[in-house]
Each structure stands twice: as structure tokens, then as C-alpha cells.
């Protein structure tokens, strides 16, 4: 009895294999009838089955050794897996991808939203590249608007020489604040306090100085698992090509990494366009209480003076959900005629905090239908970009009719500006006249926005947006497909085929999640709708009771949609996130070696025959130039990508001062 011993599948496939010439096929898959040094490259999948299958030849449990006899009666000793090999290539290839995963963007409300955000972005490449093409689209735009802001504000600065850095201020808040749901108030003539009186300057300078003291940057372990991960994957390349070019197991190491490569240019992205290091941090800028602001009251002293209060602003708040509108004009509910009015007064017209209880939408089955708007951290900026706009263009109108105003020569109270006197007795009113003065006596500030209100440029943000998140998940996704599905035995096997689940599944859960943020939004107009025409009811129950809400059917289809949807794309990506790391784990253990994989069974089926009788040397010719090709392809989408982000979100002198 003769013995063998190998730890490579391949090899010991060969052995059984022994001196028969059954389904033996060259280069393109085509039998032969003898065996040829030169022209034979394996055998057939059915041959394959019959010398080295699952009941010959095995892939064990480690560390598990066993004999097998072959019809020569050769006893092969099989060690199927090797620790060594394996401890090696998940150290050299694998864990640097995954302690990089530690400088994705979290700033959850918690650990178990955290782990959430973990699982979405790595299951789903592209909605993470979506909220970050958002951000920086949003960040762009602002930058536009309040630029020209600012240089209007130049031709005002002998009547109102601050209003230039208040805008810079109210800038840098919008740009900031896209990871958490925002709200623009009017409650008790808040908003319109805070942009108009002189006596605000203050609370404006500190929100942006503590945001900015809170803003995340380059550190020092962002740079070291950045380099670890990527010289990684280059002396992949170089090995690759010095003196590997042609073995398997290298292509199989260039494709796993190329499907990692995503994190580079979206990890640098996030740190260039800027994100708070606290979940919680923009709350405590707006909420502090040592940071107080002046508020223009309704009615005015026995001197005739307007009134004010400073107390704790209740204007930009992190909040999800409706805004409630303290006073409306009365409206005619057959005809639905008649706009609602924002009041600008104190006292009776304020919001209290049953305001905001009912106002809390009642859940579907359980599940909450507002969707992932009300989710703390940059992740879910995918569900935002209508609130977010919203709250942004309520800011940025005000700011433009307060600099109309400024420029018209009358003060806030109606009268001719005194250019002799300071701004702030010029600016000073009851908060009727403050209200009026940015523009808050003709629109209300809603949280979300009707679809015909919607402007185009949101609708082309998102399609940018959009084209940006493809790009990056087929951008990286495509080349690993391609190094191992041209890598001889062409054609869909074990390994591509999961890398092409990976692609598919990731691009399904960030559609889903981003029509679930539409269903979303669709449900909560409805609610806003209610609210805005009949205020008084209560929508936390869906009853038919006097006084409460009850949802029709239409708008519990919604609801449905919304929540579905969500549920499923989130299963979706928490699953693949999981299958890519289950599926590069089988590489490094050898549960892909076996006939119906490297047969390529996929898609070639009956037809499908595995390679033996090469080595590196042999299929270095065939496998260069689908090497080099996915590599450049790899390089050049990350490369241009990191491009768009940079340029993107590259900032202006203004934004440094």
C-alpha cells in the first residue's frame, strides 16, 4: 500500500485522478482523447464526480486527517484544512478591511444602532455612498446659497455690519446638522427672533464654535488602518505580479479584496465633508443652557418698546416628526380653502408639551412608519433629504427676506432706518413685526414638504446621488466578478457568483431603503395635512373616536409600503453584510474547493470542467490581462470617486474663518 500526503485539493485530485485519460479537455473545455503536457488542462466536471467527490475526496472539519483509497489503490492522507494558511490570510487580507471598519461613520443614539449602521453599510455599499453623495451635494448647495447671502449682506454692512458672520453661522449649522432630523419652529415668534434681533449674535457664534469643537477629524488610527488596508491589498498586486501571476489563490485574494475596496474613498469621503464625533452633540450646541437667546415677546413696555425674554431657543430644534403650528386662520373644511398662519405672538399661542405629544404618529403593526428621518447618524442621512431641505430652505428664505427688508430702509417696526443709532433699536419689534420683517407672516414653517413643492435640483440631488452609489458598489463589486470569473475555468462559479449576490443584493436593500423613505415621507404628509386643517385632533390612536384620527385605508397601504419595505431592506443588507463575511471566510478554509465549484457548475452545468494539470506559470498568459484590467478598474473608480467627494466638499477661505 502506498501513501500520500497534501494539503491542496487540486493535488490530491490529481492522485485519484492517477494515469486515466477519462474526460480529459484542453484550454476551452473540449475533450481529448489522450493525455498532452501542453494542450491538456483538466478533466470534465462528470469525471471530476466520478475521482474526486465528495465521497472521495473531502473538504474536513478542522483539524481533521483521513484516508481515502483510490481505485489504484493509492491511500491519500488529506489534511483539508491548514491553520497555518488560514491564520495567515485572514491577518494579511482580511482583518485590516475589518478594523477599518472601525472609522465608518456611527454617531448612533446607541450600540445596538450602531451595530445597525454597521450592517447596513456593510451590506449595502451603495446606501452608504448615497447618504454621503447626499451630504455633500446638501453641504454644495448650501455653500451656494448662503455664499451669495453673504455677498448681499456686503452691500448692507454700514445698517447691520454682523448679519455677514450670523449667515456664515447659520451656514455652518446647515452643513453640520444633516446626520439628525432637524425642525425649523415659529413657536411663539422663535425663528424669526433668532435670524432678525441684533441681540442674537451671540447664541449664533457660540452653536457655531461648539460644532466645530465637535467636528470629526483626521486622527491618527483613521491614517494607520487606511494604510493597512490598502498596502495590504497592493502587496497583493505586487505579489500578484512578481511571482505569483497565475496562481488561484492570488486571484482569489486581488477579488476579495477589490470588494472591500469601497471603504477607502467612502471613509475619506465622511472625514472630508465633516461629521460630528457625538451622536448627541448638535443637541447639547442648540440646547445649552448656558447659551441662552433673546426672544421678541407680543406686546411692548410702558415706554412703548417692544418686549423681549431670553430663554433657551425653541426655533432649530433636533426633532423628528410634525411641527406643530400654534395659530391658524380659520378654514373652511368642505372647500379646504384658506392657508394656515404662523403666529408670532407669546402666551396662548405657544406650544406646550402636549403640542408635541399629539402630534406623535401611532406605529403600524408595531413598527414605526416615520422610517429611518427620525435616525440619529450620517448612515441615515439617505432618509432626510426632503426634511433636511426643507428645514434648510426655511432658514435660508428668512435670511434672504431679512436682507430684503434690511435693503428696503425701513426698520423692523415700519419706519425709515436710523443710521445714527445701532442696529439693535432698529431691528427691535413686538414679534408680529420681527416675524414679518424674514418673511414669516406669509408661509409656515412645515416639516415636510408637498411633492409639487419639491424643487427640481432636490430631485437632481438624489439622482446624482443615486448614479454616485452604483458607481461605487459596481465599481468595486464588478472587478472581483471579473478577476474571478475570467481566471481559468472561466465562468460563474462558487466565488464569483457570491461576489455577484454580494453586488445584487447590496443595489436591492439601498432601493428599498431609499422607497421607503419616499413611503415615508407620502405617510407623514398625510398626517401633516390633517394637522395643519384641524388642528385640535389627537393623532396618537387611529380611532374613530371624537377627537382622534382615525388613518383609511389608503393611508394605512402607506403606512404598509413604508414599513415593508424598510423591514425588508435593512433583512436584506444585515444578511449580505453577514454573507460577505461568511463567503470570505470559506475562501481562506477551502470550502470552495470542490468539483461543482471549481467546475464553474454555475453556468456551465454538465459542460463545466475544473483545471489539474496547469500551474501558476502555465495560466499566467491567460489570466494577465483579466488581472491588470479589474486591478485598473478598481484603482480608477476609487480614484475618481475619492475626486467627487474631494472636490465636492473642499472648503473656501469663508468656511475656515
Known amino acids: 500500500m502506498t501513501i500520500a500526503q497534501t494539503t491542496d485539493w487540486s493535488a490530491g485530485c490529481?492522485?485519484?485522478?492517477?494515469?486515466?485519460?477519462?474526460?480529459?479537455?484542453d484550454q476551452y473545455g473540449n475533450l481529448m482523447a489522450?493525455?498532452?503536457?501542453?494542450?491538456?488542462w483538466g478533466i470534465t466536471i462528470e469525471s471530476c464526480y466520478k475521482f474526486c467527490g465528495a465521497d472521495k475526496l473531502q473538504q474536513v472539519v478542522p483539524i481533521q486527517t483521513l484516508l481515502f483509497e483510490s481505485s489504484t489503490n493509492l491511500y491519500i492522507r488529506i489534511q483539508s484544512f491548514n491553520f497555518s494558511n488560514f491564520s495567515t490570510s485572514v491577518t494579511n487580507w482580511l482583518l485590516p478591511w475589518l478594523a477599518l471598519t472601525a472609522q465608518l461613520p456611527y454617531e448612533t443614539s446607541g450600540p445596538w444602532s450602531n451595530l445597525m449602521s454597521l450592517l447596513l453599510a456593510l451590506g449595502s455599499p451603495a446606501l452608504i455612498t448615497y447618504s454621503l453623495s447626499l451630504t455633500i451635494l446638501n453641504r454644495f448647495w448650501i455653500r451656494q446659497r448662503f455664499e451669495s447671502l453673504r455677498s448681499e449682506s456686503r452691500a448692507v454692512a454700514d445698517k447691520y455690519p454682523q448679519f455677514c458672520d450670523r449667515i456664515r453661522s447659520a451656514q455652518y449649522l446647515l452643513q453640520e446638522a444633516q446626520q439628525v432630523s432637524m425642525r425649523a419652529s415659529q413657536e411663539g415668534g422663535w425663528l424669526s427672533s433668532l435670524i432678525v434681533l441684533n441681540g442674537n449674535q451671540r447664541w449664533w457664534a457660540s452653536v457655531r464654535k461648539d460644532l466645530r469643537n465637535t467636528r470629526r477629524g483626521v486622527t491618527f488610527s483613521l491614517v494607520a488602518q487606511i494604510g493597512m488596508a490598502v498596502i495590504a491589498w497592493l502587496f497583493t498586486i505586487i505579489a500578484a505580479f512578481v511571482g505569483n501571476l497565475g496562481d488561484v489563490g492570488t486571484a482569489l485574494q486581488l477579488s476579495s479584496g477589490s470588494v472591500w475596496l469601497w471603504m477607502v474613498p467612502v471613509i475619506c469621503g465622511w472625514i472630508a465633508v465633516g461629521t460630528q464625533y457625538r451622536a448627541s452633540s448638535i443637541i447639547e450646541a442648540l440646547q445649552d443652557d448656558n447659551n441662552v437667546a433673546l426672544r421678541a415677546l407680543s406686546g411692548k413696555d410702558?415706554?412703548?418698546?417692544?418686549?423681549?425674554?431670553?430663554?433657551r431657543q425653541r426655533a432649530i430644534l433636533s426633532r423628528s416628526g410634525l411641527t406643530p403650528q400654534p395659530h391658524r386662520v380659520p378654514t373652511d373644511p368642505a372647500t379646504g380653502q384658506g392657508a394656515p398662519a404662523v403666529t408670532t405672538g407669546a402666551g396662548p399661542g405657544c406650544i406646550g408639551n402636549n403640542d408635541y405629544v399629539r402630534l406623535e404618529v401611532p406605529y403600524w403593526f408595531g413598527f414605526d412608519?416615520?422610517?429611518?428621518?427620525?435616525?440619529?447618524?450620517?448612515?441615515?442621512?439617505?432618509?432626510?433629504?426632503?426634511?433636511?431641505?426643507?428645514?434648510?430652505?426655511?432658514?435660508?428664505?428668512?435670511?434672504?427676506?431679512?436682507?430684503?427688508?434690511?435693503?428696503?430702509?425701513?426698520?423692523c417696526q415700519g419706519m425709515p432706518w436710523d443710521m445714527d443709532k445701532l442696529p439693535e433699536p432698529n431691528l427691535a419689534g413686538t414679534a408680529t413685526e420681527v416675524a414679518k420683517f424674514c418673511g414669516f407672516d406669509t408661509h409656515p414653517a412645515l416639516a415636510y414638504p408637498?411633492?409639487?413643492?419639491?424643487?427640481a435640483k432636490v430631485w437632481h440631488r438624489m439622482l446624482i446621488a443615486s448614479l454616485v452609489a452604483i458607481w461605487v458598489q459596481w465599481g468595486t463589486t464588478g472587478p472581483a466578478i471579473a478577476i474571478a470569473y475570467l481566471t481559468p475555468t472561466q465562468g460563474l462559479s462558487?466565488?464569483?457568483g457570491s461576489y455577484l449576490i454580494y453586488g445584487v443584493l447590496g443595489?436591492?436593500?439601498?432601493?428599498?431603503?431609499?422607497?421607503?423613505?419616499?413611503?415615508?415621507?407620502?405617510?407623514?404628509?398625510?398626517?401633516?395635512?390633517?394637522?395643519?386643517f384641524q388642528p385640535s385632533l389627537d393623532l396618537r390612536q387611529n380611532s374613530s373616536r371624537t377627537g382622534y384620527y382615525q388613518r383609511p385605508l389608503s393611508h394605512s397601504y402607506l403606512c404598509a409600503a413604508a414599513v415593508v419595505t424598510r423591514i425588508l431592506g435593512k433583512l436584506i443588507a444585515a444578511n449580505n453584510a453577514l454573507w460577505l463575511l461568511t463567503s470570505s471566510t470559506f475562501e481562506y478554509i477551502g470550502f470552495y474547493e470542490?468539483?461543482?465549484?471549481?467546475?464553474?457548475?454555475?453556468?456551465?452545468?454538465?459542460?463545466?470542467?475544473?483545471?489539474?494539470?496547469?500551474?501558476a506559470n502555465d495560466l499566467a498568459d491567460s489570466a494577465q490581462r483579466y488581472w491588470v484590467g479589474g486591478i485598473i478598474l478598481s484603482f480608477v473608480v476609487c480614484l475618481l470617486t475619492f475626486q467627487f467627494f474631494y472636490f465636492g466638499c473642499k472648503k473656501t477661505t469663508d468656511d475656515n474663518e
Open 594 to 615: 470542490t468539483c461543482w465549484c471549481s467546475g464553474d457548475a454555475v453556468s456551465l452545468g454538465n459542460k463545466g470542467w475544473v483545471v489539474l494539470f496547469k500551474s
Open 494 to 496: 462558487c466565488r464569483s
Open 14 to 25: 490529481r492522485l485519484l485522478y492517477g494515469n486515466s485519460t477519462e474526460g480529459l479537455v
Open 450 to 455: 408637498k411633492w409639487k413643492h419639491v424643487k
Open 302 to 311: 410702558s415706554e412703548g418698546n417692544p418686549t423681549v425674554a431670553y430663554e
Open 369 to 411: 412608519v416615520a422610517g429611518d428621518e427620525k435616525e440619529e447618524g450620517p448612515l441615515y442621512n439617505y432618509a432626510r433629504p426632503l426634511t433636511w431641505w426643507q428645514f434648510a430652505s426655511a432658514i435660508e428664505k428668512a435670511f434672504d427676506a431679512t436682507l430684503s427688508s434690511i435693503r428696503s430702509g425701513d426698520n
Open 34 to 40: 489522450a493525455f498532452d503536457n501542453v494542450t491538456t
Open 507 to 532: 443595489t436591492i436593500s439601498w432601493i428599498l431603503l431609499a422607497i421607503s423613505a419616499l413611503f415615508s415621507h407620502a405617510v407623514m404628509l398625510r398626517y401633516q395635512h390633517v394637522h395643519t
